[in-house]
């Protein structure tokens, strides 16, 4: 992994340096030090690698990116895109906005090889800006054979892992609570309004819940989620192992592991059910 990874963090680092960062006296016009700084670094988050590229330069122009898409023909004059669904054009092949192309490297050439790269290791990748300030490029790579320690759950009759460092609490959600939150879809915890995801109904569960289902409430970053599981089996030691290449468009896991009975459990990916629990409350919050 760590040779296949090469290539993209070099592309990646050149791209800050030479078009990310603004000249010197840019910098200083703008209240800037003179000398910009990219970070590059790596964290381990439940069972994925987190490795960040961080320049404090000028950000992704979103509407210049748009501009560089239609006149590409990658989308339409009329389409409304996120300014995060924007910022993923940069990896369409051979998309770049830069007016000149350095021998070092112009922004968003050659991106569409990182990306590739990326995906054949079945990790993503997350792209982040502030006009002004800042753009930071997180990849997200599953660990191929690691031991962390996570939570065990059932859901129906499958058995699922969260990694235990992203688990903040467990609450106790009964047939009446569980009643009340339809159409609602978060929970009150101590003043905090929480949005939940009811994992039965995102794994099609055929079997009834259980009287008393559990909302295991997870974290990353700020952003916060609870997930409703029939029953919390406790702490488990589990040792990642990859998905096959068959199971590429399966967003919710991160990986599989063999239980102590021979049983595969799933690894959920939290990142993504996070993801998807906010969004699935935002048009709810705005009402």
């Known amino acids: 992994m760590i040779e296949r990874l090469n290539d993209p963090l070099v592309h990646m680092v050149r791209n800050a340096i030479d078009h990310g960062l603004e000249s010197p006296a840019e910098r200083e016009a703008a209240g800037k030090p003179r000398r910009g700084k990219v970070l590059l670094s790596a964290v381990h988050a439940g069972a994925q690698v987190l490795i960040s590229i961080q320049d404090d330069g000028h950000g992704l122009d979103a509407a210049r990116i748009r501009a560089r898409a239609v006149e590409n023909g990658l989308i339409g004059a009329d389409d409304q895109l996120s300014d995060d669904e924007l910022y993923q054009l940069i990896f369409a092949p051979g998309f ?24 054949s290791l079945r990790g993503t990748v997350e792209v982040d800006s502030i006009p002004g300030q800042q753009t930071v490029v997180t990849l997200r790579l599953p660990l191929t054979l690691a031991i962390i320690d996570g939570l065990l759950v059932r859901v129906g009759d499958g058995r699922y892992v969260l990694p235990l460092a992203v688990v903040e609490e467990c609450v106790e959600l009964s047939a009446e609570a569980d009643a009340r939150s339809r159409g609602r879809n978060f929970l009150n915890i101590r003043g905090d309004l929480v949005p939940f995801l009811r994992l039965r109904e995102q794994f099609d569960s055929p079997l009834p819940p259980a009287p008393y289902q559990k909302v295991v409430i997870v974290s990353e970053g700020d952003a916060r989620v609870g997930l409703v599981v029939d029953e919390v089996i406790g702490d488990h030691q589990t040792v990642i192992k990859s998905l096959s290449r068959l199971h590429a468009d399966v967003e919710c896991f991160s990986g599989a592991t063999i239980l102590g009975d021979g049983g595969v459990a799933l690894i959920l990916d939290i990142a993504h059910l996070i993801d998807l629990g906010q969004k699935r409350d935002e048009p709810r919050m705005a009402s």
């Open 96 to 119: 770049s906005t830069a007016t000149t192309v350095t021998s070092v490297s112009g922004r968003g050439v050659g991106m569409d090889v990182v990306k590739r790269t990326i995906d």
